[in-house]
């Protein structure tokens, strides 16, 4: 399976949450996109609920099948709850660290930055999204990159202090990884029990 590069508004309106982001359709359309959106009422089973919760996590994160299960093999391997390691392994992928540093708007966008080889980890250019970023690295803009109007953009007026596992430095546009965050701290909605439940089976 390749990478989702279809209209995100019909992904978000399936699930009934905007998991790309603010969604000015979803507001309107608080129904599941197609013909019969708006009168479906089947009832979904057990897998299916689980299923629907896994999907939800793949898109939210921009992770593919395969990726997505080597991750929850190193979470079910992980001390700790498998599901809260999961979350927190997805959290600390380098798109996504880009992505709550403020740097960009989205984390397709901050997937795009990294391949671009605009992004430094602790000072050294780093274009693999998937990278798992740890406790102590400095997520930086490359120097040539600073004055790129996406970034700028993205972290005019950015609230740094909403996620308190990151330290943000205006002065030399870095962000230091501070410790794994909490499942608390995560503002994602998904209900990582049910991943858990579903690859168990």
Partial sequence: ?????GPKTKIARKFGEAIFGEDKVLAKKNYPPGQHGVNRR???????????????????????????RNLFEKAARTKGITGEVLL???ESRLDNVVYRLGIAPTR??????????????????????????????VVGVREKAKSLEVIADALAGFNHSKYPWIEWDETSKSGRF???????????????????????K
């Fill in 1 to 5: 399976m390749a990478r989702y590069t």
């Fill in 178 to 200: 501070l410790h794994m965050p909490t499942r608390e701290d995560i503002p994602e909605t998904i209900k990582e029990q049910l991943i858990v439940e579903l690859y168990s």
């Fill in 108 to 137: 397709a966008a901050a997937r795009q930055l990294v391949l671009h080889k605009h992004i430094t980890v602790n000072g050294k250019v780093v274009n693999i999204a998937s990278y798992q970023v740890k406790a102590g690295d």
């Fill in 88 to 90: 927190q392994l997805l």
């Fill in 42 to 68: 089947r009832k979904t089973s057990e897998y299916g609920i689980q299923l629907r919760e896994k999907q939800k996590a793949k898109y939210t994160y921009g992770v593919l099948e395969r990726q997505f």
